[in-house]
């Protein structure tokens, strides 16, 4: 299993994109402002390193800790289910279109770790 990506939850979407890009050298690589979500993936050249940049109004309690890491799975449903097993709290599986599924289970530190498949 590999890192996936790391998600950062902004009330300053434009300014984390510019800080990104000018610090880190990363470039949007999908941006989803155009059909109504204010979600955006930077990454490097080599698409290894990805940033998920999520806006959400201040003050917002869904921001939590305002980050949450993502690793990538072949099997969203099987692993869930094995995750539930070994006692572990799991979100329902979330599937914004066909191609992706995730859920979510907190830390011992409540960072928030996705489990994607897409």
Request: hydrophobic share 40%; net charge negative.
């Given at each position: 299993?590999?890192?996936?990506?790391?998600?950062?939850?902004?009330?300053?979407?434009?300014?984390?994109?510019?800080?990104?890009?000018?610090?880190?050298?990363?470039?949007?690589?999908?941006?989803?402002?155009?059909?109504?979500?204010?979600?955006?993936?930077?990454a490097d050249a080599d698409g290894d390193t990805r940033i998920e940049l999520i806006q959400v109004p201040a003050g917002n309690g869904y921001c939590g800790s305002g980050i949450s890491i993502?690793?990538?799975?072949?099997?969203?449903?099987?692993?869930?289910?094995?995750?539930?097993?070994?006692?572990?709290?799991?979100?329902?599986?979330?599937?914004?279109?066909?191609?992706?599924?995730?859920?979510?289970?907190?830390?011992?530190?409540?960072?928030?770790?996705?489990?994607?498949?897409?």
């Open positions: 299993m590999h890192i996936d990506h790391i998600t950062i939850r902004t009330d300053k979407l434009d300014g984390s994109i510019d800080f990104y890009e000018k610090v880190a050298g990363l470039n949007i690589v999908r941006d989803l402002r155009k059909i109504d979500a204010q979600i955006v993936f930077l993502g690793f990538h799975t072949n099997d969203a449903a099987g692993l869930r289910e094995k995750l539930l097993k070994d006692g572990f709290q799991a979100s329902d599986i979330i599937s914004p279109n066909p191609s992706v599924r995730f859920f979510f289970v907190p830390d011992p530190n409540g960072v928030q770790i996705q489990f994607v498949e897409q």
